[in-house]
T-cell receptor, first 116, second 114 residues
């Protein structure tokens, strides 16, 4: 079974609008961490935001927020007020206690295109 | 500047010719890892290292070797590259391997094996 599922291969959004990128995960561990990374066309991987499984509040970092629904095992990334520079691939990833947190497992990514 | 560096950034080679991709970090991180990225598959972990002289296999270790003789360096070795190892490779590091430690990625190495 896929550990991390990103069902949206591509998303389109207009500048200044908000967009939600979906991520569901599969784990039986009580302790895990969820991460989102951005990969622009230049290829580098940029860390965006982190959510711990025990965190009571949704994580926020500037225009990025994580809609964490633990019972549904979803960790959707919300980008508010999209900018042209947000056009990129976005990856959801997870670290679990059953692997000693030694592995970072990635989803297949969502390509976001922001139009003027 | 805190960073992870990889060399070379681009490499075209032939089947069977041994090669090494270097990775170095200047953040005194204990944990380092190698990933390969292929279209439609996301990033998959090849090997990781918890500390000097401590390495272990990730999800796709076949055809690769690593070593961790110094804390800052974690080279990836392809003893006999094959075309199915054509990929984009990333080295990453984090302070520790715990739940909340984000990994910092190098710029990537694009490898083509003909």
């Amino acid at each position: 079974a896929q550990k991390i599922t990103q069902t949206q291969p591509g998303m389109f959004v207009q500048e200044k609008e908000a967009v939600t990128l979906d991520c569901t995960y599969d784990t039986s561990d009580p302790s895990y961490g969820l991460f989102w990374y951005k990969q622009p066309s230049s290829g580098e991987m940029i860390f965006l935001i982190y959510q711990g499984s025990y965190d009571q509040q949704n994580a926020t970092e500037g225009r990025y927020s994580l809609n964490f629904q633990k019972a549904r095992k979803s960790a959707n990334l919300v980008i508010s007020a999209s900018q042209l520079g947000d056009s990129a691939m976005y990856f959801c990833a997870m670290r679990e206690v059953n692997t000693g947190f030694q592995k970072l497992v990635f989803g297949t990514g969502t390509r976001l295109l922001v139009s003027p | 500047e805190a960073q992870v560096t990889q060399n070379p950034r681009y490499l075209i080679t032939v089947t069977g010719k041994k090669l090494t991709v270097t990775c170095s970090q200047n953040m005194n991180h204990e944990y380092m890892s190698w990933y390969r990225q292929d279209p439609g598959l996301g990033l998959r972990q090849i090997y990781y290292s918890m500390n000097v002289e401590v390495t272990d296999k990730g999800d796709v270790p076949e055809g690769y070797k690593v070593s961790r003789k110094e804390k800052r360096n974690f080279p990836l070795i392809l003893e006999s590259p094959s075309p199915n190892q054509t990929s984009l490779y990333f080295c990453a590091s984090s302070l520790y391997s715990g739940q909340g430690y984000e990994q910092y990625f190098g710029p990537g190495t694009r490898l083509t094996v003909t």
